[in-house]
């Protein structure tokens, strides 16, 4: 057959290889395994285990037991321990002194502890050595803290002494209901801004000079730099700060009150931390304690929750 002159004869295109289809890895692929082992997080995962999720899981059994000290076989209780808890008036003053002890320590604490953050961050005069005087209520113990502040607070202190000098009476602050637990407060506070501040001013460190600089071009003054500069960007990391001071008072309150009031005078100082201490190895009563522990867990999460979504990044 003759091909008429001028025609062009089309080569066909070559036909596309079609994707080979890629098969699934086997199950028992060691690559694949590798992948997804943990590796060297091993150690921490099994670590976390056993010390962390075990004692959760612990503290949820004994409180559905009726455990009346450790040398005596516990027996079932389901739901009495919290029917106990409930109904019982110290339980209801220990939730109302936690709460009065966070909603006025944590605002206070986390504020204070930002505005020193950001006086240090503008580096002053000696701002080194603010920042390690900042850090030193953190390496004083727990014992040594109470002894100090009771050497303050005791009717014969040094409180009491200043105030007769001015001319004021004093007054038994660790044996008063009226000031007991605002005492505790004042310690708490004494204890956690420093080593808050510490923690912000690291992050106050990384913001960029030229956001401050361009903003103090524009007028800015100190209040301005801190609250609408500062405060923004760090706003995450305060939310990070604020819950693990939240955890601290929350779960840590029974060793000032343990060395200092014993809960008194009557149930003032009675928190629900301090309560656990006392019906679990004074009373003896582990299964209620454990009740108080699962109220005291529940109240953690959601408080810490509710911190996170209140300190939320807005940028």
């Not at 760090?234 to 309150?253: E, H, K, N, P, T």
């Not at 149930?267 to 004074?282: E, G, N, P, R, W």
């Not at 009740?291 to 940028?315: E, K, N, Q």
């Amino acid at each position: 057959m003759s091909v008429p002159v001028g025609s062009q004869v089309e080569n066909p295109r070559p036909a596309s290889p079609s994707p080979v289809p890629q098969r699934p890895a086997p199950r028992n692929d060691p690559a694949a395994w590798r992948q997804k082992f943990p590796g060297l997080a091993l150690p921490g995962l099994v670590w976390y285990a056993i010390f962390t999720v075990g004692p959760v899981v612990a503290m949820f059994v004994i409180a559905f037991l009726r455990w009346p000290g450790m040398l005596v076989d516990p027996g079932f209780a389901g739901f009495g321990n919290f029917r106990d808890v409930f109904a019982d008036p110290v339980f209801w003053d220990a939730l109302r002194n936690s709460a009065v002890q966070i909603a006025v320590g944590l605002p206070v604490m986390i504020v204070l502890a930002f505005l020193l953050a950001f006086y240090v961050v503008r580096k002053p005069r000696g701002h080194q050595v603010l920042r390690f005087m900042l850090f030193v209520p953190a390496l004083i113990s727990a014992p040594a803290t109470a002894l100090m502040f009771y050497s303050l607070l005791n009717p014969d202190g040094l409180v009491n002494g200043v105030l007769e000098t001015l001319g004021m009476s004093g007054r038994a602050w660790l044996a008063d209901e009226a000031t007991a637990l605002p005492s505790l407060i004042v310690i708490d506070l004494w204890a956690g801004i420093g080593y808050s501040a510490v923690l912000l001013a690291s992050r106050l460190d990384s913001v960029d000079e030229e956001v401050v600089q361009a903003a103090m071009i524009d007028g800015a003054g100190n209040g301005r730099l801190a609250w609408g500069i500062y405060w923004p960007i760090a706003r995450d990391f305060i939310g990070v700060v604020a819950m693990l001071q939240f955890l601290s008072i929350l779960f840590s309150s029974a060793q000032n009150v343990l060395l200092l009031t014993k809960g008194g005078p009557g149930t003032s100082t009675t928190t629900l931390s301090y309560l656990i201490y006392q019906k679990a190895f004074v009373d003896a009563d582990l299964g209620y304690s454990q009740a108080v522990g699962i109220v005291l867990f529940v109240l953690g999460l959601a408080g810490m929750f509710a911190i996170r979504r209140l300190l939320r990044p807005t940028h």
